[in-house]
């Protein structure tokens, strides 16, 4: 069982419209909790960190639910530039690695 | 913003050869991290280093060791280069005691035939 789960995908989904993303983690003495967002054969861009008690940038939600080990990413109003591979990133502890999801794709179409 | 740099970009190495793989982290970015990325795969954690020691270990092969230097640039070297170490290599630089986040560069695309 890999220690960060999420859902593969692929979410096709027009524009304007609101998807979630969730994602499960094995190790609960995990410290920090990331969504990346990687375009193909390019490198992993922070899209942002994950609070407990949630946080916003703009049309982007994370939650952060440490007793079900469970974090999401809602999109609002999604954009056709929003199509990438989004990827759930958990820190188990210390200034040390990171261990990445599989990703889930998006494909925002008009 | 200054961004994490790798060089080179895309090598073509064959089979038993050696690769170097270069790192410049972001300036004030004292610890540098190496991934592997196989087609199709999510990043696999290699090695990192903080204050040019080895903070960390991952499932790196004894074929490749890596170091970091004293101006915080960090190289990957890779021997005996076998068909299977075709991946994207990245890069990635935090500011430790200050931040988990870390910033990836655009990786080394590397070939073996």
């Known amino acids: 069982r890999k220690e960060v789960e999420q859902d593969p995908g692929p979410f096709n989904v027009p524009e304007g419209a609101t998807v979630a993303f969730n994602c499960t983690y094995s190790?609960?003495?995990?410290?920090?909790f990331f969504w990346y967002r990687q375009d193909c054969r390019k490198e992993p861009k922070l899209l942002m960190s994950?609070?407990?008690s949630g946080n916003e940038d703009g049309r982007f939600t994370a939650q952060l639910n440490r007793a079900s080990q469970y974090i999401s990413l809602l999109i609002r109003d999604s954009k056709l530039s929003d199509s990438a591979t989004y990827l759930c990133?958990?820190?188990?502890?210390?200034?040390?690695?990171?261990?990445f999801g599989a990703g889930t794709r998006l494909a925002v179409h008009p | 913003a200054a961004g994490v740099i790798q060089s080179p970009r895309h090598l073509i190495k064959e089979k038993r050869e050696t690769a170097t793989l270069k790192c410049y982290p972001i300036?004030?970015?004292?610890?540098v991290y190496w991934y592997q990325q196989g087609p199709g795969q999510d990043p696999q954690f290699l090695i990192s280093?903080?204050?040019?020691?080895?903070?960390d270990k991952g499932s790196i092969p004894d074929r490749f060791s890596a170091q970091q230097f004293s101006d915080y640039h960090s190289e990957l070297n890779m021997s005996s280069l076998e068909l299977g170490d075709s991946a994207l290599y990245f890069c990635?630089?935090?500011?430790?005691?200050?931040?988990?986040?870390?910033?990836f560069g655009p990786g080394t695309r590397l070939t073996v035939t």
């Open positions: 990635a630089s935090s500011q430790a005691r200050q931040t988990y986040e870390q910033y």
């Open positions: 190790n609960s003495a995990s410290q920090s």
């Open positions: 994950v609070y407990s």
């Open positions: 990133v958990v820190n188990p502890g210390g200034y040390n690695k990171l261990i």
């Open positions: 300036p004030r970015h004292d610890t």
């Open positions: 280093f903080y204050e040019k020691m080895q903070s």
